[in-house]
């Protein structure tokens, strides 16, 4: 907010040109590491996701915003790649939870550094457009 209370528009026109530019660099850089950027995506879906046995198929449409079969396609084409494999549950063999493969915990350690690099130049600019209102550091570390 300005002094006059009005919102701060060239702060969030700024903030907002920032974050598609973050969104383009992020694509560069996943081609940059032979990945596509929905790969990308997958890869830090499953690594972040708070289960040590993997993420099911479902939970990872709903983390990619994806309907079902367009994230098994994802799936499948990282599974080609050697990113990930699927493992189905040992009781329920229709529950199936998707890991990293070696090369995917690669792929995703070596990415997330670049974007924690990246995403700190970003800080000031959002504590500006926050002002005030937001009272503590980004969860980037």
Do not use: C
């Amino acid at each position: 907010m300005t002094t006059t209370g009005e919102p701060d528009y060239p702060a969030l026109l700024a903030f907002r040109t920032a974050l598609r530019r973050f969104h383009r660099w992020s694509e560069q850089q996943a081609e940059a590491a032979g990945l596509t950027a929905a790969q990308h995506q997958l890869l830090l879906a499953v690594k972040g996701h708070d289960n040590p046995r993997g993420p099911t198929i479902g939970e990872l449409a709903q983390y990619l915003l994806l309907r079902h079969h367009s994230t098994v396609e994802l799936i499948n084409r990282a599974q080609a790649a050697g990113l990930v494999d699927r493992v189905k549950h040992e009781t329920d063999g229709r529950v199936v939870r998707v890991q990293l493969t070696a090369a995917g915990e690669s792929a995703i350690a070596n990415l997330t550094q670049l974007h924690m690099d990246e995403l700190r130049q970003l800080e000031p600019l959002l504590r500006h457009v926050v002002g005030e209102t937001y009272d503590g550091a980004l969860p980037l570390h």
